[in-house]
Nanobody
């Protein structure tokens, strides 16, 4: 059974940091690229970070580049999203996604709220 379980969300003040985790099971973790998406109320889901299956390459949109860092630990089958210098506009539900040419799996999400 495929599972992606996100954790680490919460309430943080502007300028603060959070680290999200996504624990994977039920599939061959090393065969999948991993991504983080976010969705704010009333907005479309947007991609915020991607890391390749081997962990060699990463990609970010301009909105988070330099503030967010994606990484993966193959031994723990976990992908992380380190978020720094958080802004109120980063408030959203954050989802991890495992994907390759054939399949895509989503987690249930974790809420991040940036507010003073």
């Amino acid at each position: 059974q495929v599972q992606l379980v996100e954790s680490g969300g919460g309430l943080v003040q502007p300028g603060g940091s959070l680290r999200l985790s996504c624990a994977a099971s039920g599939f061959i973790f090393s065969s999948y690229a991993m991504s983080w998406y976010r969705q704010a109320p009333g907005k479309e889901r947007e991609l915020v970070a991607t890391i390749t299956s081997a962990g060699i390459s990463t990609n970010y949109p301009d909105s988070v580049k330099g503030r967010f860092t994606i990484s993966r630990d193959s031994a723990k089958k976990t992908v992380y999203l380190e978020m720094n210098s958080l802004k109120p506009e980063d408030t959203a539900a954050y989802y991890c996604k495992a994907h390759n040419r054939y399949f895509a799996y989503w987690g249930q999400g974790t809420q991040v709220t940036v507010s003073s």
